[in-house]
């Protein structure tokens, strides 16, 4: 069930989904505004035309804004595995986070508890596979750069929730290595298939937010050999992840 200390903010920035409704995608977010409050008055502002299903305070406190049944407007202009309108199939969750311009600060333990329980709680009422389990900054890679490097994935991965491979111990031993062109064409191709759409000429920021996910370390955007490796073991997770 989902937890039960959950407040009513209801935003009047929604829509009805397609017919038929599919609900299969969870996007994670952070707010990226100085408080709560200012997110939470930014999503129910009607001339702002953003919301979300729910915000997660920094002290575990959970808001729903829109309901699940109907279409929030959060993940914007955004693709995952050849999709585009994520919108229509997907729950949005704001983590309240001064975001990357404001301060960014890692998560509470109280805000990550609230995070993990109510994900779990909609994985559990909706046919949403771990491999559509995604961050902003997955979806939108140009533009985006949340929930960011300091979110705690491979918790979330630990309740069921999302994937994470663990690393592998050789892939510190190849941080800063270059590579050659098939290794470049091999790993474009494995971000590709886990979902990231890689579009000519932005590969760059495609790249950072895989990092920013899977090598939290040192997001930087560069296709060294530890990032080469890595992609071809979070590829391989999700290839196993959508066969099961």
């Known amino acids: 069930m989902i937890p039960a200390t959950i407040l009513e903010r209801p935003s009047p920035n929604h829509q009805h989904r397609s017919e038929p409704a599919r609900i299969d995608m969870l996007v994670l977010h952070y707010t990226g505004m100085k408080t709560a409050e200012e997110a939470i008055d930014r999503l129910c502002d009607a001339a702002a035309r953003v919301s979300a299903h729910y915000v997660v305070d920094e002290d575990g406190t959970i808001w729903r804004l829109v309901p699940e049944p109907w279409r929030a407007f959060h993940a914007g202009r955004s693709c995952w595995a050849g999709e585009s309108d994520l919108n229509d199939v997907s729950i949005g969750i704001e983590i309240v986070n001064p975001g990357h311009e404001w301060g960014y600060r890692p998560f509470p333990e109280k805000q990550m508890v609230a995070v993990e329980r109510l994900t779990g709680a909609l ?122």
């Open 123 to 244: 994985l559990a009422r909706f046919p949403i596979p771990r491999h559509r389990v995604v961050g902003h900054s997955d979806i939108a890679p140009d533009r985006k750069s949340d929930p960011g490097e300091l979110f705690e994935w491979a918790r979330l991965a630990r309740a069921g929730i999302g994937i994470w491979p663990a690393p592998a111990a050789e892939l510190a031993n190849r941080r800063g290595c270059g590579i050659g062109v098939v290794e470049r064409v091999g790993a474009l191709a494995d971000l590709a298939a886990i979902g990231y759409c890689v579009i000519a000429g932005a590969e760059t920021a495609a790249i950072t937010a895989f990092q920013r996910r899977f090598r939290p370390e040192h997001p930087d955007g560069r296709l060294d050999g530890e990032t080469v490796l890595r992609l071809a073991e979070v590829r391989a997770a999700y290839d196993r992840a959508r066969r099961s």
